[in-house]
């Protein structure tokens, strides 16, 4: 991809020409032209020769394809930040390569600091058990180590980093040897978070944000709160987004909200909504997510943080606030909950109010048809992760271990969520899944469960324009005149038409239909890669070399 040199300058015309530019304006756009950060004009490669001499730059795409810059609905900034320079346990193949990674970390690093980890998951050990505490205490050298589980709703920890918390071992969730929840893992995280210094999270911010920017991400919403991160945290992050180029950052504060004093404060904060992971439940790895009947492996039936009447007090005060509410639900029950709680909301203060709002819902995996039919008659987003079915799902994965083969075959179903007329928004959770639009895309449309599939297309408008519409605007996540210039550039192979049924995918690649294609997300094919990432105008990445 060839560029003029020309002086940079916020509110430069910018005409990108020589490509496939994706555009509901033109589904056989080559062009498109950015002026004061919107979109101006796009179409065909013959008109925009009227366009040459006219503007600051003209970028040669070289058959390169544009398309709207990815929004990532759901993440923890400063944790994927440290996930990236700090001590990943992702990789692990077994327990005892975890504690190697753990001892190598130690020895590496110096002394003093806490050891923040990340992303150990034993169901894909063949110990099938987390690491004990004397064992995390050998392989720490006596070290305060803090390692949550790849869903960050347990951890594993040393005797080191407990003897930092007074009273932890009479809290709720705390185990002798196992891995830490609840009432325990929140007061332990804290204490690690707390021994990150304020230039140890900037950076960590920074080098997430770098991360996204360099996939095609344009916009991350950030989903902090009280048990999970910390108000100097949150507010830190959205201070150093409008400081320096790169991603735009939405934040939501997951913190109950009683009356307008309340949801005033959330304001303060910066916060577009007191939602993201407010949690009504937890995990199912973990087994603390809320289900109405016992865990396939466990004799329990998990976590309820909130009950329906909580949730309807939190919506009540938060509608009538004019505030975006919503809440983390994994389980049925947690999600029968979320719905029971919305629907009393609305009793109160109208439907019409409650719809309006765009309440949202995180992660949603275990619906029900009556949790969808709800989801659509309230109003609610749902905001889901993909990547999870890619990583859990199958009848060998984490989900059918922990549910059994039949009740893992409901979980996460687009399909019927997108049928129903529920908003989606696609996010990664990021660290429990990384950041990876595209990856995000094929996971939902090539969905390990058959039914619950959806089009590529469907998948990348929900990681594009969902994400917008899950903050409340719906004028951005589309190249259209007027639009936002959030775009990123992409080097890709043939651009096709993917769904999964195979008499939509065959009108669909026929011209008359008038549908841009997208890159071939089949299992197996090369994923795009991001050349230049663009947020209102302003470039935020280019890729090295190009």
Same mark, same amino acid.
């Given at each position: 991809m060839?560029?003029?040199?020309?002086?940079?300058?916020?509110?430069r015309t910018v005409l990108l020409r020589g490509g496939d530019v994706h555009s509901p304006a033109d589904p056989f756009a080559t062009a498109m032209v950015v002026e004061r950060g919107h979109v101006a004009w796009v179409g065909s490669e013959g008109a925009a020769d009227a366009f040459a001499s006219g503007v600051?730059?003209?970028i040669d795409l070289e058959g390169a394809l544009v398309t709207p810059a990815f929004t990532d609905a759901h993440v923890h900034t400063t944790s994927t930040g440290l996930a990236l320079t700090g001590l990943d346990l992702s990789g692990a193949r077994? %327990?005892? /390569?975890?504690?190697?990674?753990?001892?190598?970390?130690?020895?590496?690093?110096?002394?003093?600091?806490?050891?923040?980890?990340?992303?150990?998951?034993? !169901?894909r050990w063949p110990e099938q058990r987390p690491p004990s505490r004397a064992e995390l205490d050998e392989a720490a050298?006596?070290?305060?180590?803090?390692?949550?589980?790849?869903d960050v709703h347990s951890a594993a920890v040393t005797t080191a980093l407990l003897d930092l918390v007074p009273g932890v071992t009479a809290m709720a969730g705390y185990h002798p040897e196992g891995p830490l929840t609840g009432a325990a893992h929140h007061a332990v995280r804290a204490a690690a978070h707390d021994a990150v210094s304020p230039a140890q999270r900037a950076d960590a911010q920074r080098a997430a944000l770098r991360h996204a920017a360099s996939l095609g991400i344009g916009t991350v919403h950030e989903c902090g709160g009280p048990d999970i991160s910390d108000e100097e945290d949150f507010t830190g992050l959205l201070k150093l987004a409008t400081e320096q180029p790169g991603p735009r950052v939405f934040g939501y504060w997951a913190q109950q909200v009683a009356d307008e004093k309340d949801a005033r404060r959330i304001r303060e904060l910066g916060a577009v909504g007191a939602a993201g992971d407010l949690f009504v439940d937890g995990s199912l790895?973990?087994?603390?997510?809320?289900?109405?009947?016992?865990y396939a492996d466990a004799p329990h039936t998990g976590t309820a943080h909130l009950d329906a009447g909580q949730i309807a007090a939190h919506v009540t005060a938060c509608t009538e606030a004019g505030l975006q509410a919503g809440f983390?639900?994994?389980?049925?029950?947690? %999600?029968?909950?979320?719905?029971?709680?919305?629907? !009393?909301?609305?009793?109160?203060?109208?439907?019409?109010?409650?719809?309006?709002?765009?309440? *949202?819902?995180e992660h949603a995996e275990m619906l029900t048809p009556e949790t969808v039919a709800a989801f659509a008659e309230l109003g609610l987003t749902a905001s889901v992760q993909p990547a999870f079915d890619a990583a859990w799902g199958g009848e060998e994965g984490m989900y059918a271990q922990r549910l059994g083969a039949g009740r893992a075959a409901t979980l996460n179903p687009y399909a019927a969520l997108l049928r129903a007329g529920v908003p989606l928004a696609f996010g990664s959770d990021s660290p429990v899944t990384p950041l990876d639009p595209w990856?995000?895309? *094929?996971?939902?449309?090539?969905?390990?469960?058959?039914e619950h599939r959806v089009s590529v297309r469907a998948g990348f408008t929900a990681h594009t324009r969902g994400g917008w519409r899950a903050v409340g605007r719906d004028d951005a996540g589309t190249l259209v005149p007027g639009a936002p210039a959030d775009y990123a550039v992409w080097r890709t192979a043939e651009l096709v038409v993917?769904?999964? /049924?195979?008499?939509?995918?065959?009108?669909?690649? /026929?011209?008359?239909?008038?549908?841009?294609?997208?890159? /071939?997300?089949?299992?197996?094919?090369? %994923?795009?890669?991001? %050349?230049?990432?663009?947020?209102?105008?302003?470039?935020?990445?280019?890729?090295?070399?190009?």
């Amino acid at each position: 991809m060839t560029e003029s040199t020309a002086p940079q300058s916020e509110h430069r015309t910018v005409l990108l020409r020589g490509g496939d530019v994706h555009s509901p304006a033109d589904p056989f756009a080559t062009a498109m032209v950015v002026e004061r950060g919107h979109v101006a004009w796009v179409g065909s490669e013959g008109a925009a020769d009227a366009f040459a001499s006219g503007v600051d730059e003209v970028i040669d795409l070289e058959g390169a394809l544009v398309t709207p810059a990815f929004t990532d609905a759901h993440v923890h900034t400063t944790s994927t930040g440290l996930a990236l320079t700090g001590l990943d346990l992702s990789g692990a193949r077994t %327990l005892g /390569d975890a504690l190697a990674r753990v001892r190598a970390h130690v020895a590496a690093h110096p002394a003093g600091r806490v050891v923040l980890g990340h992303g150990w998951d034993a !169901t894909r050990w063949p110990e099938q058990r987390p690491p004990s505490r004397a064992e995390l205490d050998e392989a720490a050298a006596g070290r305060p180590v803090y390692l949550p589980r790849i869903d960050v709703h347990s951890a594993a920890v040393t005797t080191a980093l407990l003897d930092l918390v007074p009273g932890v071992t009479a809290m709720a969730g705390y185990h002798p040897e196992g891995p830490l929840t609840g009432a325990a893992h929140h007061a332990v995280r804290a204490a690690a978070h707390d021994a990150v210094s304020p230039a140890q999270r900037a950076d960590a911010q920074r080098a997430a944000l770098r991360h996204a920017a360099s996939l095609g991400i344009g916009t991350v919403h950030e989903c902090g709160g009280p048990d999970i991160s910390d108000e100097e945290d949150f507010t830190g992050l959205l201070k150093l987004a409008t400081e320096q180029p790169g991603p735009r950052v939405f934040g939501y504060w997951a913190q109950q909200v009683a009356d307008e004093k309340d949801a005033r404060r959330i304001r303060e904060l910066g916060a577009v909504g007191a939602a993201g992971d407010l949690f009504v439940d937890g995990s199912l790895g973990s087994h603390t997510a809320c289900l109405h009947e016992p865990y396939a492996d466990a004799p329990h039936t998990g976590t309820a943080h909130l009950d329906a009447g909580q949730i309807a007090a939190h919506v009540t005060a938060c509608t009538e606030a004019g505030l975006q509410a919503g809440f983390h639900a994994i389980g049925d029950a947690a %999600l029968t909950a979320v719905v029971d709680g919305i629907r !009393t909301a609305a009793e109160k203060v109208g439907l019409a109010r409650v719809r309006a709002a765009r309440h *949202r819902v995180e992660h949603a995996e275990m619906l029900t048809p009556e949790t969808v039919a709800a989801f659509a008659e309230l109003g609610l987003t749902a905001s889901v992760q993909p990547a999870f079915d890619a990583a859990w799902g199958g009848e060998e994965g984490m989900y059918a271990q922990r549910l059994g083969a039949g009740r893992a075959a409901t979980l996460n179903p687009y399909a019927a969520l997108l049928r129903a007329g529920v908003p989606l928004a696609f996010g990664s959770d990021s660290p429990v899944t990384p950041l990876d639009p595209w990856g995000t895309v *094929r996971a939902a449309a090539f969905h390990r469960t058959l039914e619950h599939r959806v089009s590529v297309r469907a998948g990348f408008t929900a990681h594009t324009r969902g994400g917008w519409r899950a903050v409340g605007r719906d004028d951005a996540g589309t190249l259209v005149p007027g639009a936002p210039a959030d775009y990123a550039v992409w080097r890709t192979a043939e651009l096709v038409v993917q769904a999964p /049924d195979d008499r939509v995918a065959r009108w669909s690649t /026929d011209p008359r239909s008038g549908t841009p294609g997208l890159p /071939d997300l089949s299992p197996g094919a090369d %994923l795009p890669v991001c %050349l230049r990432t663009v947020v209102l105008g302003q470039t935020v990445y280019v890729r090295p070399n190009e």
